[in-house]
């Protein structure tokens, strides 16, 4: 699973980039690609694990975030942006929130209001313009030749171009079962989840009131908006101690790490839950794809896990905490044995018997 991170020029994309893999961009890179690195996923039910495990080996579920180039108009005319962002999962996109007349605004002035709505103009129209040539050459086919499938694409296909000349994300489109196969191939942009990433000043770390006034459109939108400093994390990010850390967030009232925030709202965004393997050998983070069943846990662990599986022993996160050991929540006769047909909730901490 891949986030892909965009945004006009001078909003703090790399900076945020750097937060999340902590990765410096190397002067060499070419600006005009992709930079891929991986960031950790912050969890605090991970780090309680760790304290009542003490494992000899830790391993955090990490996904792929890949910095992409800044949107403008030699970007967006060659079309290079959009076939990068075609390839993400999900889209992070970092919208300038903050002052600073030392740092130009390509337009001139701050108006992140108005930056969303350029950009996810520019997202829908290159949808739109994809949807118009499908359909002037799935008619032209259907001329020469009287084709059912092809038909039936096109009519889900106008459907598509209806929905996108009201300016709305394909996202917020239902698209049945078999409709879904007919596009699944396709470069559709505006049907990823998006995460819009409000870059503000450290003046403006308790102020809410530009969050709040997107709540309505990125509502309507299905856009999961936060607020972060990217100045002031990366300064976080320099200290040396994680108690220096937590004081220094302490002070300025900041409750969770940019890192925490943006991989959680990645998460949510990609449709994705975690579920823990414990002991005192290793405690490990897993990442499996929310609704599904306990045989596709065990897969993400290992393949033979999933074609032998027998059945999970499953713990709950918040019940083993109530309970403080494994020992004390057997005997309260809270460790369930699930089968094939189980379903993961997000928090699960498994345990899968197999037979190969």
Known sequence: MKVGIIGLPQTGKLTLFQILTGTERSVTTDPSKAIVGTADIIDPRFENLVDMYEPKKVAR????IALLPKIEKDTISKGDIFRDIADMDAICHVVRAFEDES???????????????????????????????RIESLETKIKKIKDEKSQKELTLLRKLQEHLEQEKPLRLLDISSEEEPMIRSYPFITRKQMITVLNISEDDLD???????????????????IQISAQVESEIALLDSEEEKNEFMNDLGI????????????LDALGLISFFTVGTDEVR?????????????????????QKGFIRAETMKYDELIEHKTEAEL???????????????????????????
């Open 255 to 266: 409750t969770e790490s940019t890192l925490g925030k943006i991989t959680r709202s990645c």
């Open 103 to 133: 740092v130009y605004h390509v337009d001139g002035s701050v108006d992140a209001m108005r930056d969303i709505e350029m950009v996810n103009s520019e997202l829908t129209l290159h949808d739109q313009i994809f949807v118009e040539k």
């Open 207 to 225: 102020n809410n009131d530009l969050l709040d006034n997107l709540k309505d459109m990125c509502a309507k939108e299905c856009i999961t908006a």
């Open 285 to 305: 983070q897993w990442l499996m794809r929310k609704g599904l069943t306990a045989p596709f846990a065990a897969g993400v662990i290992h393949s033979d896990l």
């Open 61 to 64: 579920a990490k996904i792929d």
């Open 330 to 356: 057997k005997k309260a006769g809270k460790v369930y044995l699930n089968g094939k047909d189980y379903i993961v909730d997000d928090g699960d901490i498994m345990n899968i018997r197999f037979n190969v």
